[in-house]
């Protein structure tokens, strides 16, 4: 199936209009950034983040009162996918001092309900769990697979027959679990999602994340240098940074304006990311292998006229290609439910902006220069 195989459109005469759009797009995004920030996610910032499915819808309000006054602070509570799902996310990474007694007092209270009496005794504890010796193993089986049942991260220190010793978390996400179970027992819920991250490690996943994408651009300006010359190449990259960074700023702009659009910047916001280079520098050199070719046939045409007729001559492809893309992506975005609608929404306008780009950035920078400077493009 092929599409406008007569087209010969004037595409380098809107190069100026296609400027002006991008230009304005790049400032709104600036000062949406600027103004509004962008929201990390825990893979970046560091903390704990949970995220609970409710049997029977909640009330997103009722959730916020409950946690509110658990010990941990400030809360960031807000529903997920539905009427169900709840999302709470703290930048705590340990449970603090003053609360910690009442969680071990919560534990302690599940233990007697299990077996009352049974003798115990801590033998060693931390910010993050601690652990009980008992008995017997049998005492020690009955209560870890009780507390387990209960909500409790417990489990055994060793797998030995007969150990006696119970290792239970005692984490952020654990306490919060706890208090929802006991504040709100007559809804159950299931945990869809939970997530630590230390500062040290966010920091360095931030800065990793960064480094790939700086990386990524870098090999494709060498490898389109070799492949093309380096004003192809150049403007292939620049095409590049105008889509990430536009796309981009459209998550500082839309952030919390779309309900049930989570908008937070992450580790598969990153890979969404790489994602859209790898697509738009496929849809870009497509574009760039066809002026060249053309250039090898037609040396005596203008550039100009050229890098139109290669443009028309492969929109057929592009529209066919970037078409059944867009419509998967829309599908996920749709019906792929809260973890993937944010991957799919970077894919959807990614491309979308990738495929403009690959039109009127990367063909116009290349003819830009060539009349700029007075250079004849030849292969």
């Given at each position: 199936?092929?599409?406008?195989?007569?087209?010969?459109?004037?595409?380098?005469?809107?190069?100026?209009?296609?400027?002006?759009?991008?230009?304005?797009?790049?400032?709104?995004?600036?000062?949406?950034?600027?103004?509004?920030?962008?929201?990390?996610?825990?893979?970046?910032?560091?903390?704990?983040?949970?995220?609970?499915?409710?049997?029977?819808?909640?009330?997103?309000?009722?959730?916020?009162?409950?946690?509110?006054?658990?010990?941990?602070?400030?809360?960031?509570?807000?529903?997920?996918?539905?009427?169900?799902?709840?999302?709470?996310?703290?930048?705590?990474q340990l449970i603090p001092a003053?609360?910690?007694?009442?969680?071990?007092?919560?534990?302690?209270?599940?233990?007697?309900?299990?077996?009352p009496g049974v003798s115990r005794?801590?033998?060693?504890?931390?910010?993050?769990?601690?652990?009980?010796?008992?008995?017997?193993?049998?005492?020690?089986?009955?209560?870890?697979?009780?507390?387990?049942?209960?909500?409790?991260?417990?489990?055994?220190?060793?797998?030995?027959?007969?150990?006696?010793?119970?290792?239970?978390?005692?984490?952020?996400?654990?306490?919060?679990?706890?208090?929802?179970?006991?504040?709100?027992?007559?809804?159950?819920?299931?945990?869809?999602?939970?997530?630590?991250?230390?500062?040290?490690?966010?920091?360095?996943?931030?800065?990793?994340?960064?480094?790939?994408?700086?990386?990524?651009?870098?090999?494709?300006?060498?490898?389109?240098?070799?492949?093309?010359?380096?004003?192809?190449?150049?403007?292939?990259?620049?095409?590049?940074?105008?889509?990430?960074?536009?796309?981009?700023?459209?998550?500082?702009?839309?952030?919390?304006?779309?309900?049930?659009?989570?908008?937070?910047?992450?580790?598969?916001?990153?890979?969404?990311?790489?994602?859209?280079?790898?697509?738009?520098?496929?849809?870009?050199?497509?574009?760039?292998?066809?002026?060249?070719?053309?250039?090898?046939?037609?040396?005596?045409?203008?550039?100009?006229?050229?890098?139109?007729?290669?443009?028309?001559?492969?929109?057929?492809?592009?529209?066919?290609?970037?078409?059944?893309?867009?419509?998967?992506?829309?599908?996920?975005?749709?019906?792929?439910?809260?973890?993937?609608?944010?991957?799919?929404?970077?894919?959807f306008f990614g491309i979308i902006?990738?495929?403009?780009?690959?039109?009127?950035?990367?063909?116009?920078?290349?003819?830009?220069?060539?009349?700029?400077?007075?250079?004849?493009?030849?292969?």
């Amino acid at each position: 199936m092929r599409f406008f195989e007569k087209l010969n459109f004037n595409f380098l005469g809107l190069r100026k209009t296609a400027y002006a759009i991008s230009g304005a797009l790049f400032l709104i995004g600036i000062i949406a950034a600027v103004t509004r920030g962008f929201q990390f996610g825990i893979d970046f910032k560091g903390g704990a983040e949970i995220v609970l499915q409710f049997e029977k819808p909640i009330n997103i309000s009722d959730i916020r009162a409950d946690v509110d006054n658990i010990g941990l602070g400030n809360l960031e509570v807000k529903t997920f996918g539905g009427e169900t799902g709840v999302m709470i996310r703290t930048e705590l990474q340990l449970i603090p001092a003053e609360v910690y007694p009442q969680v071990i007092e919560a534990i302690e209270q599940e233990i007697e309900k299990l077996i009352p009496g049974v003798s115990r005794k801590i033998v060693d504890s931390s910010a993050s769990s601690v652990t009980y010796a008992f008995d017997n193993s049998e005492d020690a089986n009955n209560i870890i697979d009780g507390l387990f049942a209960a909500g409790f991260q417990s489990g055994r220190v060793s797998e030995e027959p007969d150990n006696v010793e119970m290792l239970v978390s005692v984490g952020i996400a654990d306490w919060i679990k706890e208090n929802l179970r006991t504040k709100i027992p007559d809804n159950p819920f299931t945990v869809l999602k939970e997530d630590r991250v230390g500062p040290k490690i966010g920091a360095e996943l931030k800065r990793d994340a960064v480094l790939a994408i700086f990386f990524a651009l870098i090999a494709i300006l060498i490898y389109l240098g070799f492949r093309f010359k380096f004003i192809f190449a150049f403007g292939a990259v620049a095409a590049l940074f105008h889509d990430v960074l536009i796309t981009l700023g459209l998550f500082a702009i839309l952030y919390g304006l779309i309900p049930g659009l989570n908008l937070d910047i992450d580790l598969t916001i990153v890979a969404a990311f790489l994602t859209l280079i790898g697509y738009s520098i496929n849809d870009t050199v497509v574009v760039f292998d066809r002026i060249r070719e053309n250039l090898k046939i037609h040396k005596t045409r203008p550039l100009f006229e050229i890098i139109n007729t290669s443009i028309s001559q492969t929109m057929s492809r592009t529209i066919l290609t970037g078409g059944t893309t867009l419509l998967t992506v829309l599908v996920l975005m749709i019906f792929g439910g809260e973890v993937l609608r944010a991957f799919a929404f970077t894919l959807f306008f990614g491309i979308i902006i990738g495929t403009y780009s690959s039109i009127f950035v990367a063909s116009t920078l290349v003819y830009e220069y060539a009349t700029k400077y007075h250079k004849k493009v030849e292969f």
